[in-house]
């Protein structure tokens, strides 16, 4: 009986990951702009932004297209995160690899995505933070976090 019942424990301990993958229909909401970009309203909407999550086990892949996507490519050089699926969570990354500078300051943007999957809605936010070469033209660059809400659904399962 001892056996059965740490077996039980260590059951309903596990986080598998459950299928995360699909097609996603997602709502932004901007948050803090700590990092100050440019044409970035707080609190403004971008409704129906295409997001398609494709999942190996406990990895997955998160694609955003549309505008939003463009956006991405644009300011930080893709438009996909990676990471990995725990229970429900998510904790992807998207390593930016557009190189920008001001003054002495040599700099890239990094996001990453924490989001909670229930049912067939994903919640949660994607942070923006700049990469540094901690030049003296760095100023508020250093340690600056930018801040989306996201709220979505993908078809039922």
Not at 38 to 57: C, E, F, H, L, W
Not at 133 to 138: L, Q, W, Y
Request: proline fraction near 3%; aromatic fraction near 8%.
């Amino acid at each position: 009986m001892k056996r059965f019942g740490l077996f039980a424990f260590v059951v309903a301990c596990s986080s598998s990951p459950v299928n995360v993958a699909g097609s996603y229909s997602v709502q932004l909401t901007n948050g803090s702009n700590g990092c100050m970009f440019q044409s970035y309203t707080v609190g403004s909407d971008t409704m129906n932004v295409p997001v398609a999550i494709t999942q190996n086990g406990s990895t997955a892949t998160a694609t955003v297209s549309g505008v939003a996507g463009d956006y991405l490519n644009l300011v930080l050089g893709s438009d996909s995160f990676t990471g990995s699926v725990d229970g429900g969570s998510l904790d992807l990354t998207l390593t930016g690899t557009r190189a920008l500078s001001q003054g002495n300051c040599a700099y890239t943007y990094n996001a990453t995505l924490m989001a909670e999957l229930a049912d067939n809605s994903l919640s949660g936010s994607v942070d923006y933070t700049a990469d540094t070469n901690n030049g003296s033209d760095c100023g508020a660059l250093v340690g600056c976090v930018t801040t989306q809400n996201i709220a979505g659904s993908r078809p039922p399962q």
